[in-house]
């Protein structure tokens, strides 16, 4: 059997039979009037997860979608797709966090909808897992990484940005705001049990959680291309940012990260155990 079929196959299955045992990855989507382009993901996704021959369960987290994007997710009726909604815009870390919390694979991928990072690249995070990383960063700013398309302004923002962060925060991750990351269950569900930021920052703080919490995190480079049609006000967002910055050293003195009673590692539920 040629590797074409076999793919068709696994995918046709993903489609059409409801998994009977507990996935290994959960890909999660936060969307937000992502009509145009939201069928396509979903289908480079599943072609890509379900040729890799694990059970896997795709979550598209929509975020008060006012476009067609939750009545095409809904249409599709794909076996092992599950469709969050929310009533009104509230921000792509609500949706994130709607997405990870109901996640049930013992391997979480949070991809951003305009796939800027191809699915195909999850293969490359999921191997340093298997080097006992906790989190694994999809990354645009480390040696190996192929970056198209990025205009001279995001360039010099997100330079920017790293800068504040570095300086401020003390995290070693020199991309912090790739929409591809990959987590451990017990990771993903503590740290997005914790964070509280909605808007575009919630990287960061999820970070900042990781690095006060002890987890492993790693940098793995990745290919990204910046798609057009972007719906995201760069200049807008990194004001927000700004602000998030502040927000989250406030929040920390505050007391708002301290584990609380039923949010600690050992009250979360742990997904099965990967094998190799």
């Known amino acids: 059997m040629s590797e074409e079929v076999s793919a068709y196959r696994a995918y046709k299955m993903w489609v059409t039979e409801p998994l009977v045992e507990a996935p290994a990855v959960t890909v999660v989507i936060p969307a937000y009037n992502e ?94 897992l298997d080097e006992g990383f906790d989190v694994v960063v999809g990354s645009r700013a480390v040696a190996g990484a192929a970056v198209s398309n990025k205009s001279l302004g995001r360039r010099i923002l997100s330079g920017g940005l790293h800068f504040l962060v570095s300086r401020l925060f003390g995290i070693g991750v020199a991309d912090t705001q790739c929409g591809f990351k990959l987590f451990t269950a017990p990771a993903a569900h503590r740290l997005f049990s914790t964070q509280v930021i909605d808007g575009f920052s919630f990287d960061l703080e999820v970070l900042y959680l990781a690095h006060k919490l002890g987890y492993r995190v790693t940098e793995e480079p990745v290919e990204w291309y910046d ?17 998030d910055l502040v927000r989250i050293r406030v929040l920390d003195l505050r007391g708002v990260y301290r584990p609380r009673h039923g949010t600690d590692a050992s009250s979360l539920p742990v997904a099965p155990e990967r094998t190799p």
């Open 35 to 128: 009509e145009w382009r939201i069928l396509p993901t979903i289908g480079a996704i599943a072609t890509h997860m379900s040729a890799r021959g694990e059970p896997w369960e795709l979550i598209v987290a929509d975020d008060g979608s006012t476009d067609a994007t939750v009545a095409l997710v809904r249409d599709l009726r794909f076996a092992n797709l599950r469709l969050l909604t929310a009533s009104r815009n509230t921000g792509k870390g609500d949706a994130v966090r709607r997405g990870v919390l109901a996640a049930r694979g013992a391997l979480v991928l949070f991809a951003d909808a305009d796939q800027s990072t191809p699915i195909e690249q999850f293969d490359r995070l999921a191997s340093r």
């Open 227 to 243: 798609a057009p049609g972007s719906t995201v006000d760069a200049a807008k967002v990194a004001l927000q940012f700004l602000g």
